[in-house]
């Protein structure tokens, strides 16, 4: 498993794509806090953007710790270290998901409308967030990623099916693509 203190700082970070055994395992806890943890974060926001998404957690570029960028379009980057969510509304919401893990799949996924969390920040300073609407379901997805956890977990069997199907149906047509 990589931490953020085996990485270089000139190093390119690549999305780990469906088939890499790092999504699917439990991601261990950020112990050191600074300035690699930083580099690391500014490389997933330049991969984030380059890739056009609004979350992306360090399993999803080969880093099994607990952490994970959200960058809604026109707002501030949000890193979150050591998440957890600690209050959820009773209220749900479904809304179309998808996955820079599993570019071109999308799906409707049910999940509370607004969520508390508590988390650290690069520095290893607490806070808590109480986020609503598409930052709360952000924060959901790439928090999931960190229990080994994908979007198309929360679907039926059958929806789960059709969605693997589709996935591979894509994926065997676009060049270049790589599992981890």
């Known amino acids: 498993m990589n931490s ?3 990485r270089t700082s000139v190093e390119t970070l690549e999305i780990v794509k469906l088939g890499g055994e790092i999504l699917r395992q439990k991601a261990v806890p950020v112990t050191v ?3 690699r943890l930083e580099e690391t974060v500014a490389r997933m926001i330049e991969a984030l953007d380059k890739a056009q998404g609004v979350g992306l957690a360090a399993p999803q570029v ?3 710790e607990r952490f994970f ?3 809604i379009k026109g707002e501030v980057p949000i890193v979150f270290v050591n998440p957890s969510i600690i209050e959820t509304s009773p209220e749900t919401v479904a809304c179309e998901e998808g996955c820079l893990s599993l570019p071109g799949s999308y799906a409707d996924v ?4 607004a969520v508390k969390v508590q988390a650290f920040d690069t ?3 607490p806070f808590t967030l109480e986020c609503a609407g598409l930052l709360a379901r952000v924060v959901q997805h790439e928090n999931d990623h960190l229990d080994g956890i ?3 977990d929360h679907l039926s069997e059958l929806k789960q ?3 693997l199907e589709k996935y591979e149906k894509i994926a065997k047509h676009k060049p270049g693509r790589k599992h981890r």
């Open 69 to 71: 960028v959200v960058q």
């Open 150 to 152: 994908l979007f198309y």
């Open 161 to 163: 099916k059709r969605l």
């Open 33 to 35: 806090f600074g300035q």
């Open 110 to 113: 049910v999940r509370p409308s």
């Open 123 to 125: 520095k290893g300073r």
């Open 62 to 64: 080969g880093i099994g």
């Open 4 to 6: 953020v203190c085996n």
